[in-house]
């Protein structure tokens, strides 16, 4: 059993980079991420941990120098928020193409104009078919957790892909929770050194970086395609032999109150546990069927565990913490109703955004989403099928 | 495991495969030297980005197998003694 400690969401990722053996992290500040570049470089000054850690002179540059040590057969980690995702964008896609199992943490914010540092999942959606095995944590302890199984996951065999553990910005970042933390011999066993495929080695030269030609070119990518569709299983493994170590089992998703929940939110992110909670208080006071559904991976979408979860709902409401500017739904909503169509499930599907730039849904603002699902669930028609929630309820 | 006989990420695992992927076959124009004009001075063998000029004793000649036809060459020569002529 490990040990519990006071650690806010940006040191707690410092924290589990720390413990997994990372041979180089190579990151350039900004805010909300700072405190983990912060820590992992007082680390390695301290020489409490054998890192190379690069100084950069931007993101893109931070990732470039994490493709190339990936590359070279090292453990990496880089870190980011928005507007340094942004200029990542690029290279997310060489590290994915070349199959480097980067980890990534990023620390989300929403993206400028008008300027603001704030919480939203702008910055990862706006990266969304980058490739990468993409995870949102709820709390500060997830953040920890899922770096951890981020190492695993990205480096499996069958996988070998680049992996982003996406934290709220500021609300996790910035916010103290008690976390428990693991004994570093224990993530030693849980994480042996990584094992790298192909890598760089002057006595045994290959050319990494290639172009294709188009006769080749979709072949790369569909197998691409092939590695993301087998991490599900991954994901779910890692999570299952996490949760024997740590009593804290991960998965693809998280459903509260799903087994006889008419209406039900989905959301990603802190905003899931201001969900559950008052999920949990309506069906505790007022006997309200409602449930809360935390998606953990968003890429891949873990479309099977969807299915099976939401066989019983009647009203799914799909929070969205990114605009989609002109879009019909968000991006979460739209892969909702893309799962909707394929799988021909049958419920009435609300899909509205939140939460931009820290506009934050509150317990009030969640009670009511549910108590307008608990209508829609028995005829009503709805204000509007989108929209944005503070708009809408 | 894979559906796609590709090595995974595109990697080249075994050196010098350029010796047998002759990227001359991109060429849509050739040059051409003239080698009564070619005074060897060796401005062609310094701008070719392809490496495809080659030193003889006298004069330059063209590596078709990696010439991909970019002209350069053509364009740089002082003595106007290469041309691009149209391939096929």
Known sequence: MGRRIGLMGDEAVAYAVKQCDVGLVSAYPITPQTIMVERISEYVANGEIDTEFVCVESEHSALSVCVGASLSGLRVFTATASQGLALMHEVLYAASGLRCPIVMAVANRALSAPLNIHCDHSDMMGSRDCGWVQVFAENVQEAYDWVIQAFKIAEHPDVQLPTVVNLDGFTLTHCMEDVEVLEDEDVKKFLPPRKPIYWVDPKQPMTFGAWAMPNYYYKFKLQQQEAIMRSLKVVKEVGEEFGKLTGRRYDTLYGYGLEDAEVAVLSMGSTSGTIRYTARRLRESDGLKVGALKLWLFRPFPEEDLVSTLEKVKVLIVLDRALSPGAVFGPLGSDIASLMVKHGLDFKLLNYTYGLGGDEVTPEMAEKLFKLGLKVAEGAKPPSLTGYVREVV | ?88
Do not use: F, Q
Not at chain 2, 5 to 22: F, Q, Y
Not at chain 2, 51 to 56: D, G, N, P, V
């Open chain 2, 1 to 88: 495991m894979s559906k796609y006989d590709v090595v995974m990420g595109a990697v080249i695992t075994k050196p010098r495969t350029s010796l047998e992927n002759k990227t001359g076959s991109w060429r849509t124009r050739r040059p051409v030297v003239d080698v009564e004009k070619c005074v060897n001075c060796l401005l062609c063998w310094i701008y070719c980005p392809d490496s495809a000029i080659m030193r003889l004793e006298d004069h330059i000649a063209i590596n078709y197998d990696y010439c991909k036809g970019c002209g350069i060459c053509a364009e740089e020569c002082p003595r106007k003694a290469i041309t691009m002529v149209e391939e096929g």
